[in-house]
């Protein structure tokens, strides 16, 4: 049982705008900034958003990140086949260790 | 640009130790964070821990009485030993950087291959 909660599945066609969520608490969410990973099949995780909703260089617009109370969102508009990966959102808990939601994989139809 | 790179048995049996390397190449130990990731054969991110440049550290309290993080700046390696290892610690251990701001506002990037550990007799 993951601390952050994302929903395990999400889908969309070439083109939609795809949103995933993740639910925390006032101790991390709620209190701490959020960052999200992409993880491409048979890769390693690489940052796809960090500090709610700043992108690092490399990363396209079409990625966007926001945050409100104790939930985050990750948004990918203009959905493409190469975005189909496994999304994790992760922060910081006031319990003093770093907390990950269970992923939410996302297939491009 | 930084790379990171893990290393170490891939194979170990059960209640021994798991000891793992990360060689960082392209940029220097200080002043970051470096923390330990790993993840079960089809299954999520756990964070193990992290050590700042300056030696402290910080573990995951499901882990803390078994796991020792340490930095060996000289050579620009990370190392991780898990001890009393089970069935459960089989996973892909990763290495990573993390930012050089206060933990609870750190992100990690980059990120190492990873290297699986099997705990198996």
């Known amino acids: 049982q993951s601390v952050l909660t994302q929903p395990p599945s999400t889908s969309g066609t070439p083109g939609q705008r795809v949103t995933i969520s993740c639910s925390g608490s006032?101790?991390?969410?709620?209190?701490?900034?959020v960052n999200w990973y992409q993880q491409l099949p048979g890769t390693a995780p690489r940052l796809l958003i960090y500090t709610d909703d700043q992108r690092p260089s490399g990363v396209p617009d079409r990625f966007s990140g926001s945050k409100s109370g104790t939930s985050a969102s990750l948004a990918i508009s203009g959905l493409r086949s190469e975005d189909e990966a496994v999304y994790y959102c992760?922060?910081?808990?006031?319990?003093?260790?770093?907390?990950f939601g269970g992923g939410t994989k996302l297939t491009v139809l | 640009q930084v790379q990171l790179q893990e290393s170490g048995p891939g194979l170990v049996k059960p209640s021994e130790t798991l000891s793992l390397t990360c060689a960082v190449s392209?940029?220097?130990?200080?002043?970051?964070?470096w923390g330990w990731i790993r993840q079960p054969p089809g299954k999520g991110l756990e964070w193990i821990g992290y050590?700042?440049?300056?030696?402290?550290?910080n573990y995951n309290p499901s882990l803390k009485r078994r796991v020792t993080i340490s930095l060996h700046t000289s050579r620009n390696l990370l190392s991780l030993n898990l001890t009393s290892v089970t069935a459960a610690d089989t996973a892909v251990y990763y290495c990573?950087?993390?930012?050089?701001?206060?933990?609870?506002?750190?992100?990690?990037?980059?990120w190492g291959q990873g290297t699986l550990v099997t705990v198996s007799s």
């Open positions: 050590i700042y440049y300056s030696g402290s550290t």
């Open positions: 992760a922060a910081w808990d006031d319990s003093l260790k770093g907390v």
């Open positions: 990573a950087r993390g930012a050089n701001v206060p933990a609870a506002i750190s992100w990690f990037d980059p």
């Open positions: 006032s101790s991390n969410i709620g209190s701490n900034t």
């Open positions: 392209g940029d220097s130990i200080s002043p970051y964070y």
